[in-house]
T-cell receptor, first 114, second 112 residues
Framework: AQSVTQLDSQVPVFEEAPVELRCNYS??????LFWYVQYPNQGLQLLLK??????LVESINGFEAEFNKSQTSFHLRKPSVHISDTAEYFC????????????FGQGTILTVHP | GAGVSQSPRYKVTKRGQDVALRCDPI?????LYWYRQALGQGPEFLTY????????KSGLPNDRFSAERPEGSISTLTIQRTEQRDSAMYRC??????????FGPGTRLTVL
């Protein structure tokens, strides 16, 4: 079984400031890791994923996350946020033996202030 | 192309009534998943299908919940004798095998 903990339920930041959304997981098997984003009144969208290979993965809109196996973490970072990044972010894990099933964290609401 | 669609988008029902929630996956996607998301929480897995076969229903909370996908495309999640604790956002996702899951907009269920 897997579990995911997002350490911050809400993160307020000012525009153009850096941000880090923290995610830790536990699993007895190898995992695949994901970040999903939910903009207001929209469905969940995949932001980025780690399946294998380079531990640093990037999204097209400037977010990045690094898989750290020793610390069982997959924190999401962006060096400079925009107002449009305001959304709820979910970290999720899929175990090697849990075909397709995603286990999500509780979510972090990122609010970017002007 | 069209994404995952769900209907209805909002459903208000009285306690004790049965409800049926529909999911129309992306055309050709083999796998279909149902999740439930309570307010302030992340989505929780309910069940999933490969084609028409229900592969895992371990997340269904009790026997009032059931799901089917008879022709390997559209799926229906049915909740019988609804209770107030069933109020939540019900999300459907589809994927090609074990690749990225694409989520629909969800159905907001409110049980009065």
């Amino acid at each position: 079984a897997q579990s995911v903990t997002q350490l911050d339920s809400q993160v307020p930041v000012f525009e153009e400031a850096p941000v880090e959304l923290r995610c830790n997981y536990s699993s007895s098997v190898s995992v695949y890791l994901f970040w999903y984003v939910q903009y207001p009144n929209q469905g969940l969208q995949l932001l980025l994923k780690y399946l294998s290979g380079s531990t640093l993965v990037e999204s097209i809109n400037g977010f990045e996350a690094e898989f750290n196996k020793s610390q069982t973490s997959f924190h999401l970072r962006k060096p400079s946020v925009h107002i449009s990044d305001t959304a709820e972010y979910f970290c999720a894990v899929r175990g090697g033996t849990s075909y397709g099933k995603l286990t999500f964290g509780q979510g972090t609401i990122l609010t970017v202030h002007p | 192309g069209a994404g995952v669609s769900q209907s209805p988008r909002y459903k208000v029902t009285k306690r004790g009534q049965d409800v049926a929630l529909r999911c129309d996956p992306i055309s050709g996607h083999v796998s279909l998943y149902w999740y439930r998301q309570a307010l302030g929480q992340g989505p929780e897995f309910l069940t999933y299908f490969n084609y028409e076969a229900q592969q895992d229903k371990s997340g269904l909370p009790n026997d009032r919940f059931s799901a089917e996908r008879p022709e390997g495309s559209i799926s229906t999640l049915t909740i019988q004798r609804t209770e107030q604790r069933d109020s939540a956002m019900y999300r459907c996702a589809s994927s090609q095998r074990s690749n990225e899951q694409f989520f629909g907009p969800g159905t907001r269920l409110t049980v009065l």
